[in-house]
C-alpha cells in the first residue's frame, strides 16, 4: 500500500512536531518543548460572553457557507494594524501554518528555490520539503539576516521567497534591527523577491518599542503572515494574510480548492473582542505573566548551568535558544534529559539540512514557575552527564 502514496508522504519521516506535542501531553513530563500558551490563562469567561451575545441574534446564517477570505469585520480590524492597509488586501486562514501551506501552494513547482534562515521553523521546513522546493540557507545573526549571502542568493537563485520569522524569530528569540529590515528590503526591491514574513510573535513583546515590518518598508513584495493562536486560543485557528490584492485574489483561488471557508464563529468573536479593547487588555496579561516566566528562565538557567551555556535573552516571545557547550550533539541531552522527566527541543530540527548541532530550543510560556525552576534543574542533572 505504501507504494501507492505520492513521493511527498513516502519519503517524508515523522514530524518532530508529532513528537513535541506527544511530550506535552504526558504529565510525568515538564515540557519546554511546545510553542504552547499557558492554558490556565486563555479567556474563558470572554470567550462565553461573546458565543452567548452571537447566539442571542439568532441568525442562522452565521451557519451557512461564507466566502473564503474570511469575515468582513475581523478582516477591516486586522487591516488596521498595518499601513495604508485594506480588507481587501487580507484574508483569514485556518491558522497560520495553513497561511504557510496555502502560499507554498500558489507559488511553488518542484525544485523552485526558496531561501530560509539557518535556523528556521521546524513546522515550516517541514512543509516546505513536502513541496520539494530547493531550500537554501542564510546565517542569521542576533541582529538579523547575513547580507552577504542573502544578496549572493538573491542573485544566483532567483528564489520565488525569502520565508523569514524578523521578530522573536522561532527557534532563537532573535530580532531584526531596522537597519538589517532595511538593507533586505532594498535587496529584495532589487532582485524582485517576494518577502514572506511570517510574525506570531509580535504581540508578546516585554520590552522596546513595536518593530518596523517589511509589510511596511516593501509591501508591494511582502506576504505577511499573524495569528491569533498565541494571545486568545490556538483552537480558534485564526490565522490571516497580508499582502498585495492581486496576490490575495490568487490565494483565495487556492484556499477555495482546499477547504472552501473556515469557521466564522470565532473570527466573528476575535473581532468583536478587538472592538472592544477585550483582546488588547487579554495580551497585556499574557505579557505580564510570560515575562516573569521568560525571567524566572533565565534566572534559573544562569543559576544552574553558569558558564557553561550561552543565550541571547529574548525581548518578546517564547523562546530561549541556548547553547550547550559542553554537549556537541543536543538530541543525545534531549534522550537524557526525557530519562530524567523533563523535555526540550534539540537545535539540529530546526536547520534544513538536519546538521548535529550543541543548541536546544526551550519555551518557557507553557509551564509554571516551580516547574520552570524544577525542568532547569532536572535539565542541568542530565547535561552535568556531558560535562
Keep these: ?108 513547482d518542484e525544485k523552485n528555490c526558496i531561501i530560509v534562515e539557518d535556523p528556521s521553523y521546524l513546522a515550516a521546513l517541514n512543509l516546505f520539503h513536502m513541496y520539494d522546493a530547493d531550500i537554501k540557507t542564510i546565517p542569521l545573526h542576533q541582529d538579523g539576516a547575513d547580507l552577504t549571502s542573502l544578496e549572493e542568493l538573491f542573485s544566483t537563485c532567483k528564489p520565488k521567497f525569502f520565508y523569514t520569522i524578523p521578530v522573536f524569530q522561532n527557534p532563537t528569540g532573535y530580532e531584526y534591527t531596522l537597519e538589517n529590515k532595511q538593507e533586505v528590503a532594498r535587496l529584495a526591491k532589487k532582485y524582485d523577491v517576494i518577502l514572506l514574513e511570517d510574525s506570531p510573535y509580535e504581540a508578546l513583546r516585554y520590552e522596546g518599542a513595536k518593530s518596523t515590518s517589511f509589510a511596511t518598508l516593501l509591501p508591494e513584495l511582502t ?84 558558564e557553561s551555556i550561552s543565550f541571547v535573552k529574548p525581548k518578546g516571545g517564547m523562546f530561549i535558544w541556548v547553547n550547550f557547550k559542553n554537549c556537541k550533539d543536543s538530541m543525545q541531552l534531549f534522550e537524557s534529559a526525557i530519562q530524567k522527566g523533563v523535555a526540550f527541543v534539540p537545535g539540529s530540527v530546526f536547520f534544513a539540512d538536519k546538521r548535529v548541532s550543541s543548541f536546544g530550543r526551550l519555551n518557557y510560556t507553557n509551564s509554571n514557575l516551580a516547574q520552570i525552576k524544577m525542568g532547569i534543574e532536572k535539565l542541568y542533572d542530565a547535561y552535568a552527564g556531558f560535562n
Design 1 to 108: 500500500m505504501q507504494s501507492k502514496f505520492a513521493k511527498r508522504v513516502a519519503t517524508t519521516s515523522r514530524s518532530f512536531t508529532r513528537t513535541i506535542l506527544d511530550l506535552t501531553a504526558q504529565s510525568d513530563i515538564i515540557s519546554f518543548a511546545g510553542g504552547l500558551p499557558d492554558a490556565s490563562l486563555f479567556p474563558k469567561a470572554l470567550f462565553k460572553n461573546y458565543a452567548n451575545a452571537l447566539f442571542e441574534k439568532d441568525d442562522n446564517l452565521l451557519f451557512q457557507y461564507s466566502n473564503a477570505s474570511g469575515v468582513e469585520a475581523l478582516k477591516i480590524e486586522i487591516a488596521k494594524q498595518y499601513d495604508e492597509t485594506t480588507s481587501k488586501e487580507i484574508m483569514l486562514t485556518n491558522g497560520s501554518q495553513q497561511a504557510l501551506d496555502l502560499v507554498c501552494k500558489t507559488f511553488l
Design 223 to 306: 506576504i505577511s503572515l499573524g495569528t491569533f493562536s498565541k494571545t486568545l486560543a490556538p483552537d480558534f485557528r485564526i490565522g490571516w494574510i497580508k499582502a498585495p490584492h492581486n496576490i490575495i485574489e490568487a490565494l483565495i483561488g487556492s484556499k477555495e480548492s482546499t477547504d472552501l471557508q473556515n469557521s466564522k464563529f470565532f473570527q466573528h468573536i476575535a473581532a468583536m473582542m478587538i472592538q472592544n479593547g477585550d483582546l488588547k487588555r487579554h495580551t497585556q496579561a499574557l505579557i505580564a505573566h510570560y515575562k516573569v516566566k521568560r525571567d524566572t528562565m533565565i534566572q534559573e538557567l544562569e543559576e544552574n548551568f553558569g
